[in-house]
């Protein structure tokens, strides 16, 4: 997921001139490690900092306009975004871009591609290499806080999303951009062969979901970094971090034109940028609907465009956790907590479909409800003991609380904790826990995007058959983990699993990858990072957990 785009290349034979200038010399110069992720334990510097910067943002609503080129515009269409765990703060004020303002973005942005796109990767990446830089120190308890209070995430929450992921992304991408440069074709003497990685003729629109700030940041700066310009249109649930993250690109210096920075209506945007002639690539992150409607209206319009756009898409999941009666309780118990109610399960890694064996039932069961007793649910910035908060806004919250009417009357199904919902003050639903008899009840298919899970109890001697099951259900195939001890089962599900998730795992939860160590994609309706990138060949990453999980709560929580 942190490649830029590697396809966009032309290939230059120079016959006898020498070409070998061309190439990046520091390639391996750069060196970059993954952000350490604070613990902000009482008294820690970074702790205070962010209960600063969060009493600064309380009661306050910030003016956000579009910007297109240095300039920032105001339209007629104004939108609010409201806190999710406190519906009457409005965290920001913003406005709609319209067709007009969207085709100006659009022509602002081709006048500025030459010179950008000319520009040496390696003064791209620096812009890059600076922004992370201050996200990770100034600017870190402010993007954090806005993530907070924009977007309804805990302390860990907002620093694994707006702090250490999008500071990777910045990071990895840099490196990883400059080290393409070093990949060239053999050349016979007396020719020398060159590869130049240029960006794509036209623009890239990026359209990003609410619930990662990092990933506005990638679907907007990837394309950037790689040399092309982007109108980028955040989600109206994520304004305010988003904002943050665009002046931050423009301070460490981002030339204007090359990120314009429109929010939009949903159709209006889709509309105008599939009927240019000059898009050349849609970077989304978002529902199945929207991604397929997007990519019907590319396919109707590809007599007008001057390049076949490139779509790249992310789309969700249906996620599962298989154990077998060999696996380890206490790692089920607290890596099926974390994965399915962090976040309120709206994240698309997100565990919603949990199989146990009959045998060790009894004992998850006693477990989950146990600890499910002291889950905290409720404003994360005045109490950091909360695991979680109140999901996106009003039409998530009347779409779970539908799925919980359904529970309440399918005959296959029993709620054995939680299950209420209430949004008096913030969009509040509380963790849920249902067993279903029938494997392939709705539930167990369709992505709900909140905080709730579904247990499917299989006879330990149908794992085989409960393997199958879980690769067949769901249209999905973006995350997974298997449980077990024994060996042998790890290698059988492995193989029986390959195509059922993108990144699936060995005795750990399956939400939290970390960019550079577990790469991000899926298959299936869950779409696919960079389609274009692998040779037709797609990739599952597999990771181990060689340790026990511990506690499902932090440090910082105590
Ligand atoms: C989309 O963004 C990803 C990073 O998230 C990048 O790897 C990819 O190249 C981008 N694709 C396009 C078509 O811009
Ligand atoms: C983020 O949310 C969107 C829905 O808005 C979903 O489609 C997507 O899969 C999610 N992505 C991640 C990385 O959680």
């Not at 969060?54 to 515009?73: F, N, R, W, Y």
């Not at 109108?231 to 990120?259: F, Q």
């Not at 195509?499 to 899926?522: E, I, L, M, W």
């Not at 181990?544 to 506690?551: E, I, K, N, V």
Request: hydrophobic share 40%.
């Amino acid at each position: 997921p942190s490649m830029g785009g590697g396809d966009r290349h032309s290939l230059i034979s120079e016959g006898h001139r020498d070409s070998g200038k061309l190439r990046w010399k520091h390639a391996s110069a750069l060196k970059v490690a993954n952000e350490p992720v604070l613990a902000f334990t009482q008294g820690s510097p970074e702790r205070e900092a962010l209960q600063k910067a969060l009493k600064d943002l309380k009661g306050q609503t910030e003016a956000i306009p579009c910007v297109v080129g240095d300039e920032e515009v105001w339209t007629s269409d104004v939108q609010y975004q409201l806190s999710p765990f406190n519906h009457g703060h409005k965290v920001a004020k913003f406005c709609y871009a319209d067709k007009a303002l969207l085709n100006k973005a659009i022509e602002a942005s081709l006048a500025a591609r030459k010179e950008w796109d000319l520009k040496p990767v390696a003064d791209r990446a620096q812009i890059f290499l600076k922004a992370a830089d201050m996200l990770s120190g100034p600017r870190r308890a402010e993007v954090l806080a806005k993530t907070m209070v924009g977007q309804g995430k805990t302390v860990i929450q907002a620093e694994i999303d707006a702090a250490a992921e999008l500071i990777d992304f910045f990071r990895f991408n840099a490196k990883f951009a400059v080290e393409l440069e070093g990949e060239q074709p053999i050349s016979v003497p007396p020719s020398t062969n060159s590869v130049i990685y240029r960006g794509l003729e036209g623009f890239v629109a990026a359209i990003s979901p609410f619930n990662f700030t990092a990933i506005g940041g990638n679907l907007a700066g990837a394309p950037a970094l790689m040399g092309n310009v982007v109108l980028w249109k955040p989600s109206d649930t994520a304004m305010l971090a988003s904002y943050a993250v665009y002046r931050i690109l423009r301070e460490a210096g981002l030339p204007p034109n090359i990120i314009q920075f429109v929010p939009a209506d949903g159709p209006t945007f889709g509309d105008t940028v599939t009927g240019s002639e000059h898009l050349c690539g849609i970077n989304f992150t978002g529902s199945v609907p929207t991604f397929k409607h997007l990519w019907k209206q590319v396919a109707q319009n590809l007599d007008h465009y001057r390049t076949f756009p490139r779509l790249a898409g992310e789309c969700g999941g249906k996620n599962f956790h298989f154990v077998h009666c060999s696996a380890d309780v206490d790692s089920v118990v607290s890596g099926t907590l974390r994965s399915a109610f962090e976040y309120g399960g709206q994240k698309c890694s997100a565990c919603s479909r949990l199989y146990v064996p009959r045998s060790l039932w009894p004992q998850i069961k006693g477990r989950l409800l146990e600890e499910h007793g002291r889950i905290k649910v409720g404003d994360p910035t005045e109490d950091f003991r909360t695991f979680f908060s109140a999901v996106i806004d009003a039409k998530s919250f009347a779409r779970i609380k539908k799925w919980l009417e359904h529970a309440r009357s399918s005959p296959s199904l029993t709620i054995l904790a939680g299950g209420k919902c209430d949004d008096s003050v913030g969009y509040f639903v509380e963790p849920c826990i249902l067993e279903s008899k029938d494997p392939r009840e709705p539930i167990m298919k369709e992505e709900i995007f909140g905080p709730v899970l579904t247990v499917y109890v299989y006879p330990d001697d149908k794992y085989r058959e409960t393997l199958q099951l879980v690769d067949g259900t769901t249209s999905y195939a973006l995350t997974g983990a298997v449980f077990a001890q024994d060996k042998d089962v790890v290698q059988e599900a492995t193989k029986m699993l390959r195509n059922a998730a993108g990144n699936f795992y060995v005795n750990d939860k399956s939400t939290g990858s970390v960019v550079g160590q577990q790469p991000f994609g899926g298959a299936r309706a869950s779409g696919e990072w960079v389609p274009s990138q692998r040779g037709g060949a797609t990739c599952e990453y597999v990771q181990f957990q060689l340790s026990p999980l511990g506690d499902w709560r932090y440090a910082y929580m105590q």
